[in-house]
């Protein structure tokens, strides 16, 4: 069964970066689109950023545009994002998850097929 295991989260001061990794078991990434989400206490489930190795297509929610970069490994079967000037409205729980395709409507996308456990960012002082 393919899995995603998500790691680099962490504790971080506003303006503070933090890169976060997305490896997968059992599945070539580069055969899929890969996303991230984020969920913060109390408040509904925000898509980030995709991916579609396939065509090297990226994809962005209008909140972490500048900010965030997401890309591939393939030699790690790795998806990273690297979030940079990060803001205290960043904190929540981020998911990466898989689908077919990017959704450039709806992004990362609308139905995904697997997703990790989350590993949980916070930016405070």
């Known amino acids: 069964q393919v899995q995603l295991v998500e790691s680099g989260g962490g504790l971080v001061q506003p303006g503070g970066s933090l890169r976060l990794s997305c490896a997968a078991t059992?599945?070539?990434?580069?055969?899929?689109?890969i996303g991230w989400f984020r969920q913060a206490p109390g408040k509904e489930r925000e898509g980030v950023s995709c991916i579609d190795s396939r065509d090297a297509s990226t994809y962005y929610a209008d909140s972490v545009k500048g900010r965030f970069t997401i890309s591939t490994d393939n030699a790690e079967n790795t998806v990273s994002q690297q979030m940079n000037s990060l803001k205290p409205e960043d904190t929540a729980v981020y998911y990466c998850?898989?689908?077919?395709?990017?959704?450039?409507?709806?992004?990362?996308?609308?139905?995904?097929?697997?997703w990790g456990q989350g590993t949980q960012v916070t930016v405070s002082s």
């Open positions: 998850a898989a689908s077919w395709y990017c959704d450039s409507d709806y992004v990362p996308f609308q139905t995904p097929n697997v």
């Open positions: 059992k599945v070539t990434l580069d055969n899929y689109a």
